[in-house]
């Protein structure tokens, strides 16, 4: 399967059959969504930065609320969960997506902003490839995703909700959460694409570590 980042907390992910799904397309956010086409639009929830579902082509289904289900031979399951930590009376309610796509299992958090509890760690368990906001103020910060990173351990993490070039909202940037990630002489867990697009196959994920991936925003 391919990862494709757009910026913000959106991503084109594709399964090798063909079935593409965008998550949380933006609207005016300080920079453009690239046009990008798909079979299924995940929202998150309804805010401007993340349920701009009209830029995206190809008449897709459009999935924003709780729910089991299957779409072009992909498992999708939308999981209710909280924007704040005062279950939803300041922001209202979250969901996160869980796709299962070539045998692996993605997990998008969407805009999550409550603690990484046993019982919401029971609904999202397996994740092999966890796509996580770190930016803050909206969403968990830094040190709560770094929790989440360490309790759900999954194979891959990418950052997504913080501060890029051009982005007009005030969020951290990236660093305030790689930071937190050990430095080895072995192995490198924090890794900076040059581009936008990660490619993922079954025999890549391993429980052995966790992989930090920091990708640039698709143009």
Do not use: W
């Amino acid at each position: 399967m391919k990862i494709r980042y757009l910026g913000h907390s959106c991503f084109l992910l594709t399964e090798s059959t063909g079935t593409s799904i965008v998550t949380d397309p933006y609207g005016d956010v300080g920079f453009d969504l690239p046009s990008v086409t798909a079979d299924v639009v995940t929202i998150s929830h309804d805010h401007y930065d993340h349920n701009n579902d009209k830029a995206v082509g190809g008449n897709p289904v459009i999935i924003k609320e709780e729910g089991n289900y299957e779409i072009g031979g992909v498992g999708i399951t939308a999981i209710k969960s909280y924007h704040d930590d005062e279950n939803g009376a300041k922001r209202g309610e979250n969901l996160i997506f869980k796709f299962r796509m070539d045998g692996l299992e993605i997990c998008h958090l969407g805009d999550i902003g409550e603690e990484c509890s046993s019982s919401l760690l029971e609904m999202l368990l397996p994740v092999h490839v966890l796509l996580i906001p770190v930016g803050g103020t909206y969403t968990i910060d830094a040190e709560q995703a770094k929790e989440y990173v360490d309790r759900i351990m999954p194979s891959v993490v990418v950052p997504m909700h913080y501060k890029t070039k051009g982005l007009n909202l005030d969020i951290d940037k990236v660093g305030a959460f790689s930071d937190l990630f050990e430095v080895s002489e072995e192995e490198e867990q924090v890794v900076e694409l040059d581009g936008n697009v990660l490619e993922l196959f079954r025999d890549d994920i391993t429980d052995e570590s966790t992989k930090i991936v920091i990708m640039e925003r698709g143009k």
